[in-house]
């Protein structure tokens, strides 16, 4: 016999119709080749579930009057086969012209007649199955259903590296193990725009990425691109964690995101071969490399300056070659990427501060527990502040090395940073970034700190 399941219903007269279920159907249980009579291939019933076992023994060959008597013996004597004590036998006929199968008869049996007389009818296998997943369910469920893993992409920056290891520990121990961060530092799953979209369709849970690459995904995030919106880490600490972070996060659920945090990804300052540089007046057309963004051409026009879009892959090559004068970006990036070995200044300006931004999916944030929540958000602060404060050590760390390896460092008062801006205003930038803007008044307020 092949190996199927069966499904057992109550007639009015308390016996059993018995009918192959799909699964045993989708498992190979179908009648045989080129059968038209619309028999079922015997089967019997194998189920981690102790319940009586089934024998279900169709006639095997075609219905009609040419069915011979060999043929109805060999069935008897194949169901006679299983012992008496645990079996219903049925033989299924067509009725005529309706093309369904109806109950012939029975091979009476102890069971089948404890069923006739009015004894309790046995119960189905699909509710004995039940019946056993269910009971094993008591035992294995908890396991299983309370922990959640959860898949969160970072970037290279060491700071963020580090963060997410805090992140990781908190979140865990917090959520009385129940959650579990499994981490992918270095942009393993893919750059800022990819893992972003990942975390929007929940292929990754949570993602940590530059803001400037999301713009055109987030148009809130433009705002980050105006020019002096914020003039020092703390400054713009307290505006990031206040309404105006509040209201950009906000903007982002609308496609299915969490905004968790921001972390700090440094102020991008110039660097160039030419001179010190402290006021927009210095740069005097000086060529100097910018991002493919209109703000930021923009910006540097008015500064004086004449910005060349170029990709970074080639940057420190046109650098060294002269091709450009100079160019522009964090701490971290320029030391990174060794730009004091062809470049001789570097003035603070810190015109731009793009942060990192933490998101998580928030289908799956909205599904975790009150406790597992608050296990995220108790990860957020405790790393943001770990983060932020680890970020700006490196910093300090990175002006000792640079100015010990030959680079001049320029230091700008508040009077030549507000010069700065003030080219800025005069340009009218901020409506700039305002009109690329679903929410337009996030820029006033995080100006307005």
């Not at 498992?27 to 024998?55: L, N, Y």
């Not at 700065?420 to 005069?426: C, G, L, V």
């Amino acid at each position: 016999m092949t190996n199927g399941a069966v499904i057992q219903a109550p007639l009015r007269d308390g016996t059993f119709t018995t009918a192959p279920s799909t699964q045993a159907r989708a498992d190979g249980g179908q009648g045989a080749p080129g059968r038209d009579d619309g028999e079922v291939a015997p089967r019997v019933i194998i189920t981690d579930v102790t319940v009586p076992c089934i024998a279900w023994c169709p006639p095997s060959g075609g219905a009609g009057r040419q069915r011979k008597a060999a043929e109805q013996a060999d069935r008897v004597a194949r169901c006679d086969a299983v012992p008496e004590s645990v079996k219903t036998v049925w033989r299924w006929r067509r009725s005529p012209g309706s093309g369904e199968r109806k109950r012939a008869g029975t091979v009476p049996t102890a069971q089948n007649k404890r069923n006739q007389s009015g004894g309790e009818p046995m119960k189905s296998l699909s509710q004995l199955s039940l019946a056993g997943a269910l009971a094993l369910s008591m035992f294995t469920a908890p396991a299983f259903a309370d922990t959640v893993i959860l898949k969160m992409a970072n970037v290279t920056s060491l700071s963020a590296k580090d963060a997410g290891l805090v992140f990781k520990q908190v979140a865990e121990e917090a959520s009385n193990g129940t959650l579990t961060i499994n981490l992918f530092p270095d942009n393993q799953l893919g750059d800022d725009r990819t893992v972003v979209e990942s975390t929007v369709f929940g292929d990754i849970d949570i993602s940590v990425s530059s803001t400037s690459p999301l713009a055109t995904m987030f148009a809130d995030l433009f705002v980050f691109d105006a020019p002096f919106l914020f003039l020092s880490p703390d400054d713009a600490y307290t505006a990031l964690d206040g309404k105006g972070g509040q209201e950009a996060f906000a903007s982002l659920e609308d496609k299915g995101l969490k905004g968790l945090t921001f972390w700090e990804n440094g102020f991008r300052n110039l660097t160039n071969n030419n001179k010190e540089v402290h006021v927009p007046a210095e740069l005097d057309n000086m060529k100097i490399r910018v991002m493919q963004n209109e703000v930021q051409l923009a910006a540097w026009k008015a500064f004086g300056a004449n910005p060349t879009p170029m990709a970074f892959t080639e940057l420190f090559t046109a650098l060294q070659q002269g091709t450009v004068d100079g160019q522009e970006n964090p701490l971290g990036i320029i030391d990174g990427n060794k730009f004091q070995e062809v470049q001789k200044y570097l003035s603070l300006t810190g015109h731009v501060y793009t942060p990192y931004i933490v998101v998580m999916n928030l289908d799956k944030f909205n599904a975790l527990d009150e406790t597992q929540q608050a296990a995220i958000m108790k990860a957020t602060e405790e790393s943001t502040a770990y983060q932020r404060a680890r970020s700006q050590e490196l910093e300090e760390e990175i002006l000792v090395k640079v100015q010990d390896e030959g680079m001049i460092v320029t230091e700008l008062s508040p009077e030549q940073k507000a010069a700065w801006q003030q080219k800025i205003i005069d340009a009218n930038l901020y409506d700039d970034v305002k009109a690329k803007m679903d929410h337009p008044e996030i820029l006033d307020q995080l100006l307005a700190k």
